[in-house]
Nanobody, 126 residues
């Protein structure tokens, strides 16, 4: 699986951005996708994840109601729509993919359960 992120940039607080992750070499029925972020000096953390075949999504509490993850299976692209952005959302955002079987035991939020990663796209809110 190859993942290429785009859509990052600089925005003022309260603004919006939509990140895209173009994926190749995967099937939506067996692959689960996630968006992670990593701020300077901090560990990489989950933001949102989706199991498209079951129409299931998950979000970390800090972004619930502001971010939306979605998947376009025709274009093999996963999106992260980010509204009401805050300075604390500033980070490098990474797209990740894994076999959904690795989500066992609530593993959707665990970085170690994801196999393939993109290079990241920077989001700055200030």
């Amino acid at each position: 699986v190859q993942l290429v992120e785009s859509g990052g940039g600089s925005v003022q607080p309260g603004g919006s951005l939509r990140l895209s992750c173009a994926a190749s070499g995967y099937t939506s029925t067996t692959n689960c996708m996630g968006w992670f972020r990593q701020a300077p000096g901090k560990e990489r953390e989950i933001v949102a994840a989706t199991y498209a075949a079951l129409n299931r999504t998950h979000y970390v509490d800090s972004v619930k109601g502001r971010f939306t993850i979605s998947q376009d299976n025709v274009n093999n692209t996963v999106y992260l729509l980010m509204n009401s952005l805050k300075p604390e959302d500033t980070a490098m955002y990474y797209c990740a993919a894994t076999d959904c079987s690795l989500w066992y035991g609530g593993g959707w939020f665990r970085r170690t359960r994801y196999i393939d990663w993109g290079q990241g796209t920077q989001v700055t809110v200030s």
